[in-house]
């Protein structure tokens, strides 16, 4: 019951945030604008206690989420095979290079044990 | 035989069979990524469309009929996102007192990803609707999509690129940061987990989560604040040229 409550609330937040972002035509998605609003309702326990059932679940199966999409690789596999060593040179050095810039950076930026930063409330997130 | 075909082409045409198959081959290739000791390259994103990928083609199945039946695990996409706000929530309080660290951090590391993509692109020679839709690549599928439109890419690429980005990520993730030099104690955690999340979205995230728990809470604190920083600059950088 909580769990279909707090999917219910995810779907909620999602369908304001489109409203707003079409609506006031602003330069987030509405999935965006509703995770902006759900970090203000988190506050309040009825919200909390009903999306945290369904949040771990979802986030702990995200990798699930993205297979669709990346089956859709087969309708491009023209345009990759076209440019397919070029892209993958594009796509492959570019992510090392942001994950190379923001790992050594917030290392240098952060560099005591995350120990010792507060530590987070109530259960240690997705799992 | 033929009764077969009959009814192959029936079950492949509801939407049953594609969210079916994804289930079934996603929990597959979850299996044998745990067998396989949940190395790297045996990533479940990876093998599961690799392995659907080649069963509609020899199939002669076509991604939209595919679809109808995968877009029920496609739409979960939306809500996962407001889901976002549930960790970083969970660590506001570690925001609070590193907030600025984290989006200099997320917002450098972004940056760089985006910048190099679209100048390596560019370098390259690659038409602009295809250096366009590879902008927003670092940023979970569905906002890439978004962006990808609002600045004149292709939602179908960006989405692609996306998830590639994603795979790279986490195939690779575990070897650049061991050459690196950044460590598996809890900084070094903290710092791996939120590089894959800014760099490598959903799949690095998830990659993460799968690796070490901190690292997981921590790329999902990436992947949020990715999110938002990337819909709000990429648009309005865009914009300038």
Avoid: C
């Avoid at chain 1, 999917?7 to 999935?31: A, D, F, N």
Wanted: glycine letters at 12%.
């Amino acid at each position: 019951m909580n769990a279909l409550r707090g999917l219910t609330w995810l779907l909620v937040l999602q369908s304001i945030g489109e409203v707003l972002s079409r609506g006031l035509q602003l330069p987030l998605p509405g999935p965006v604008v509703g995770l902006v609003l759900l970090l203000g309702a988190l506050n309040w326990a009825p919200v909390r206690d009903s999306v945290a059932a369904v949040a771990d679940f979802l986030l702990g199966h995200l990798s699930l989420l993205f297979v669709p999409v990346g089956v859709g690789v087969m309708v491009h596999l023209d345009l990759l095979g076209r440019y397919g060593l070029r892209l993958a040179a594009v796509v492959v050095v570019s992510t090392w290079i942001g994950l190379a810039v923001t790992a050594l950076l917030l290392r240098a930026l952060i560099p005591v044990a995350p120990s010792e930063l507060p530590p987070p409330n109530e259960s240690a997130g997705p799992q | 035989m033929n009764e077969f075909v009959q009814l192959w082409v029936y079950l492949s045409s509801t939407p049953l069979f594609g969210l079916t198959a994804t289930l079934v081959v996603y929990l597959l290739a979850q299996a044998l990524y745990v067998r396989a000791g949940q190395a790297a390259w045996a990533n479940p994103v990876l093998w599961s469309v690799v392995a659907l990928a080649a069963g509609l083609t020899a199939t002669g199945t076509a991604y939209p009929t595919y679809f109808s039946g995968a877009q029920f695990i496609h739409f979960l996409l939306g809500p996962a996102v407001v889901a976002l706000a549930w960790p970083l929530w969970q660590r506001r309080a570690a925001l609070r007192a590193h907030g600025g660290r984290f989006v200099i951090a997320g917002l450098v590391g972004g940056t760089a990803a985006a910048a190099s993509a679209v100048a390596l692109a560019w370098a390259l020679g690659l038409p602009t609707e295809v250096m366009l839709s590879l902008a927003p690549k670092s940023v979970t599928a569905p906002v890439a999509m978004g962006v990808a439109e609002k600045i004149g890419g292709v939602p179908a690429l960006a989405a692609v690129f996306a998830v590639l980005t994603g795979m790279v990520g986490a195939l690779s993730g575990k070897y650049l940061f061991d050459a690196l030099g950044i460590g598996t104690d809890a900084p070094g955690w903290m710092a791996r987990g939120f590089a894959l999340g800014t760099a490598a979205h959903g799949i690095g995230a998830a990659r993460a989560l799968q690796v070490h728990p901190d690292a997981g809470a921590w790329a999902a604190l990436a992947l949020g604040l990715q999110v938002v920083m990337a819909a709000v600059l990429i648009p309005l950088v865009a914009g300038w040229f």
